[in-house]
Structure formats: C-alpha cells, structure tokens
C-alpha cells in the first residue's frame, strides 16, 4: 500500500468500511492507517458517516466515499442525438439536457453544441466550473484507448482520429475521456444491476448495433478499442444489404434500427431512424414490434457466437429498439444456437438503466481515473 489512494480506494470499491477493515485488510500499523485515512477527510475525499456496531466492542464509524466532493459532466453521443448530463461522483443525475444533433453533422457542430449544452447544465444545476471533475463523452463507434480518439469509426463521416480530448479541453478547461457508447453502457447496466456479474455483454441496438463487454467489473476494449464492434459482422445470404460503413451484408444493415426503420417505410409508415422506430414501439405498434422481433432473430444469431467465446452471465439489450419484442426475437436464436453448457447460468434481459446507461458508465469511468490509487496519490503528495 503505497499511499492514501491507495486506502481511498479500498473504502470507494467498498472492500473497507471502517479502519478496522483498512487495518485488517492492508496489515499497516494503526498509527499509518490513521494517518492516511486523516488525510483523506481533510481533501474531502471521503466522509465518516454513521457507525457500525460489532457483536462486541466499541462502534465504528463508517468511511465513505464523498460522492458530493465534486461532479462529472457526461455527453452520451447517438447517432441522432445526444444527452448531456451531470452527475455526482456515484453517477446519481444532477440535471440534463437532450440536443437534435447528428454525428453526421460532423464533429466540430457536435462538439462545440456539447460545450455549449454542458454550460447550460451546469447553470441549471447551479454549479460553478470548478466542481467539474472532468467530462466523459461516449461515441457510437471504436475509440483508441491510449489517444482517446475516434478509431476508424464506421458510421461518423469526418470524426476518424478527431482530437475529441482536446476539443472539449479547449471549450470547457476539464479533463476529458472518451468512451465507446456500448462499454460505456456496459459498465453503467453492471454497476447498478449487475454488480456481481464475472462477464456481462451490453448489446446497443439504435441506428447502429454495437456490444460492450465487462469481464472482472472492467471494460475490455480489445487491442485498439475495437472490441465488440458486432454489427460489422458480415452475414451470409445478404449481400444486397448495404451499410453505412459501404459494405455488404454487415449486421447493422439487416437488423439495426435503421434497418427496421426502413422495413417500415417499405410498407408505409415513415421512419428513418432508430429512434423513430422505437417511437413507434413505445406506442405498441404492431408493425414495429413485427419487425423488430425478427430484427432480434438475426442479432441472436451473432451474439450466441458471443456468449459461446465469452461465457457471460447476462446479456443486457439497450439501445432504442429494446423492447420485449426485441428480447423475445434474441432469445429466439440465441439459446437454440448456443450449447447448454454456454447458456445454462445466462441471463438476457432489458437494460435497467434505459438511455441512463451510458451515463452512469460515464460517470463511473471517469471517477474510476480521476480519484484512481495513483490519480489521488500524486495529488495528496504534491
């Protein structure tokens, strides 16, 4: 145990509630672990709050992570639209604001709006810049982990290695993290529902279709941050399906709700986006749900090649499309294309956070950086 951040993170992942935990669990002597845990009230970093009473001996105070130290700005980027949100430092929501912005608009016009937006949030919420810790901006696409740039993604013309990091550091003075929409979603739907959980698979089906994967409560991101980019998975029998991306037979051109969106128009009801088609689920439509429920069987068959790699307990549905009748078309394909042994402790289920998911991942993401074992321990040194 090298220092404070070291403790604080100890009490933040809730492995230690009280000194007598940190004691126990760090084998320091009394006298260093009060020293550190001192330093830790006196930043505001944490909180003593209520007690526990033991079978026998004296109470002790409970240590806390102090969730109202500071807040997280967060902007959830889709394809159509994007929310902007701020948060504590649990991910609770402050305040928000949606905007009618397209990435297809380009990532100068999305950014600058996000800036914009997070200004305006923060006045409502009636908190100065300073208590920002940092921004955390997910993208409905591959970003690299180590520039936090967009990487080659397939559905964001012109935003392809696009300094977002710096973008938005410029406009606001915060730190800035840039995530994927599905890890992003991923780690918000585990956190809250599935704390648990050793392996769990978001699968976002909007516009576009995209998975987030969380092994041991972290994101894996793969080699460059393409990890989970299942809806350029390329289906036979379906080459006269084109995707955004320009190519062939991608699952996003079959079953994203761009997809569906199309099918709709096809017969008459008009629908461009995921959105849109997911409008006409929340008013029971029953073309819709058609649609979508076949949708579902195609994305079954590529995730049950998911769940048979990664052996996951849950795959989570979110995105516009999710619905019931989503659910009922992934479960469909999935489990007779999966082998018992792959599925017999999965659980598929719909997304309990909704269009929050993202930003509680967010949120979680940048608290996990920002006040990380080295993050603190080099500000409580300096």
């Not at 100068?108 to 914009?116: F, G, N, V, Y």
């Not at 890890?183 to 704390?195: C, S």
């Not at 969106?261 to 006409?280: P, Q």
């Not at 009922?328 to 018992?340: C, D, F, M, N, Q």
């Amino acid at each position: 145990m090298s220092g404070p951040g070291d403790v604080l993170e100890l009490i933040r992942t809730g492995r230690a509630l009280t000194r007598g935990d940190v004691l126990e669990i760090t084998g320091l002597s009394r006298m260093t672990v009060s020293t550190r845990i001192d330093a830790l009230l006196e930043a505001g970093l944490i909180v003593e709050n209520g007690t526990e009473r033991p079978a026998s001996g004296r109470p002790s105070r409970l240590l806390e992570f102090n969730s109202a130290r500071a807040t997280v700005l967060t902007a959830a980027v889709d394809t159509t639209h994007t929310m902007v949100a701020l948060t504590d430092l649990a991910g609770r929501l402050l305040a928000e604001e949606r905007i009618e912005v397209a990435v297809a608009d380009g990532p100068d016009r999305t950014l600058d709006e996000i800036a914009a937006t997070a200004r305006r949030v923060l006045i409502a919420a009636e908190t100065p810049l300073e208590r920002v810790a940092a921004i955390g901006i997910s993208i409905p696409g591959p970003v690299d982990p180590d520039t936090g740039r967009p990487s080659q993604p397939p559905i964001m013309p012109g935003w392809d290695a696009y300094p977002i990091p710096d973008h938005l550091r410029d406009a606001l003075g915060v730190p800035v993290l840039v995530a994927n929409d599905a890890d992003a979603a991923a780690l918000g739907e585990q956190r809250a529902a599935h704390a648990d959980s050793r392996a769990l698979c978001f699968i976002k089906v909007s516009s576009g279709i995209g998975a987030g994967i969380v092994i041991g409560g972290r994101v894996y991101q793969g080699t460059d941050g393409g990890a989970g980019d299942i809806g350029h998975v390329k289906l036979a029998g379906h080459d006269d399906e084109v995707c955004q991306c320009g190519a062939h037979g991608c699952l996003a051109a079959v079953a994203s709700g761009r997809a569906v969106a199309r099918a709709l128009s096809a017969i008459g009801k008009n629908a461009e986006s995921g959105s849109e088609v997911g409008a006409y689920l929340a008013a029971g439509d029953p073309d819709a749900a058609a649609l979508t429920r076949a949708a579902g069987r195609v994305i079954g068959e590529v995730v049950a090649t998911l769940v048979s790699v990664l052996n996951p307990g849950e795959v989570v549905l979110g995105g516009m499309l999710a619905s019931a009748p989503l659910l009922a078309g992934v479960r469909e394909t999935l489990y007779p294309r999966s082998l018992p042994r792959a599925t017999r402790h999965l659980t598929v289920s719909q997304s309990t956070l909704g269009e929050h998911a993202g930003i509680v991942g967010l949120a979680t993401l940048v608290v996990e950086r920002e006040y990380s074992a080295v993050a603190v321990n080099a500000a409580l040194s300096s």
